[in-house]
């Protein structure tokens, strides 16, 4: 079973409506990371946190993605609205520090109808 | 910015059959390479990494690769197979220092059968 912990782990929702992901990454990993894994596809950042802070979020679809980790722990990626595109595995993942190997959740798998 | 390339999409395999699972990457800078595994809904488990040292690098699940800088390649060998490998093979790539993305590849799926 994964160390780091997801929430939930499947999710089907119609579009035009939010839905949010909740991860636990593991105690005392500084680092966390949110991934989305289209079928057939590598996981693709969307962002990265230090601690609370962002330190990438290239890749992230502001306009509608939304993450936060407001302490520093625990972490909330929230999609408003939902689009028929978003339908992917979003995974969680934590690291020690930056320059160490990732933990990676079991993921939500996210339909959207 | 770093690119990897898994150049078999699927490789199937007999029972205690040797595999070979191919990875090129492209980078202007040096790199850490990685490979991962991931089981049907589940997330992706570390196999092994290469940082620096012994281009043959050891993971676990019997699995081992070999860092070829001049080939700019990190293939993922394993001399016999079990039913229970059966499962989607990420390689993975990031430059050594700051904030470095890890980028992954498109996946090779192992299928094996008795």
């Known amino acids: 079973e994964a160390e780091v912990a997801q929430s939930p782990r499947y999710k089907i929702t119609e579009k035009s409506q939010a839905v949010a992901f909740w991860c636990d990454p593991i105690?005392?990993?500084?680092?966390l990371y949110w991934y989305r894994q289209i079928l057939g596809q590598g996981p693709e950042l969307l962002v990265q946190?230090?601690?609370?802070?962002?330190?990438?979020d290239s890749q992230l679809p502001k306009d509608r993605f939304s993450a936060e980790r407001l302490k520093g722990v625990d972490s909330t990626l929230k999609i408003q609205p939902a689009e028929l595109g978003d339908s992917a595995m979003y995974l969680c993942?934590?690291?020690?520090?930056?320059?160490?190997?990732?933990?990676f959740g079991d993921g939500t798998r996210l339909s959207i109808l | 910015a770093q690119s990897v390339t898994q150049l078999d999409s699927q490789v199937p395999v007999f029972e205690e059959a040797p595999v070979e699972l191919r990875c090129n990457y492209s980078?202007?800078?040096?790199?850490?390479l990685f490979w991962y595994v991931q089981y049907p809904n589940q997330g992706l488990q570390l196999l092994l990494k290469y940082l620096s040292g012994s281009t043959l690098v050891k993971g676990i699940n019997g699995f081992e690769a070999e860092f070829n800088k001049s080939q700019t390649s990190f293939h993922l060998r394993k001399p016999s197979v079990h039913i229970s490998d059966t499962a989607e093979y990420f390689c993975a790539v990031r430059a050594p220092s700051g904030y470095s993305t890890l980028t992954f590849g498109k996946g090779t799926m192992l299928l094996v059968s008795p």
């Open positions: 993942a934590s690291s020690f520090t930056n320059n160490q190997p990732q933990h």
């Open positions: 946190f230090q601690d609370e802070s962002v330190v990438d």
């Open positions: 980078s202007s800078v040096s790199v850490y």
């Open positions: 105690s005392g990993h500084a680092t």
